[in-house]
């Protein structure tokens, strides 16, 4: 299948950037999208952006639009999540997932990374 790994998640003080990637491995030919997703303490997990592998179109949940950019890079099978503007409500764990081609769903999940914004 696909394997997933993150990384650039840490400490950042309020109104910071930080970029998380994503490094896809395995049977990367059958993605169709990946997507961003985070997790606050005491909170379900969110949909943040995601990227069509295809197409590269782009979607994103109101509370990041202007401040998150998703973007992939094809040749290396890597998702980024530039984050500027950070406020204490992006404090979360964030995960890599992909969706494939066979799928209606994100069914490959990364390990997660923690990001946390400080004061």
């Known amino acids: 299948q696909v394997q997933l790994v993150e990384s650039g998640g840490g400490l950042v003080q309020a109104g910071g950037s930080l970029r998380l990637s994503c490094a896809a491995s395995?049977?990367?030919?059958?993605?169709?999208?990946m997507g961003w997703f985070r997790q606050a303490p005491g909170k379900d997990r969110e949909f943040v952006a995601r990227?069509?592998?295809?197409?590269?179109?782009?979607r994103y949940v109101d509370s990041v639009k202007g401040r998150f950019t998703i973007s992939r890079d094809n040749a290396k099978n890597t998702v980024y999540l530039q984050m500027n503007s950070l406020g204490f409500e992006d404090t979360a764990v964030y995960y890599c997932?992909?969706?494939?081609?066979?799928?209606?769903?994100?069914?490959?999940w990364g390990q997660g990374t923690q990001v946390t914004v400080s004061s």
């Open positions: 997932a992909a969706r494939l081609l066979s799928s209606s769903d994100y069914d490959h």
């Open positions: 395995g049977r990367t030919f059958s993605i169709y999208s």
């Open positions: 990227i069509n592998w295809i197409t590269s179109i782009t």
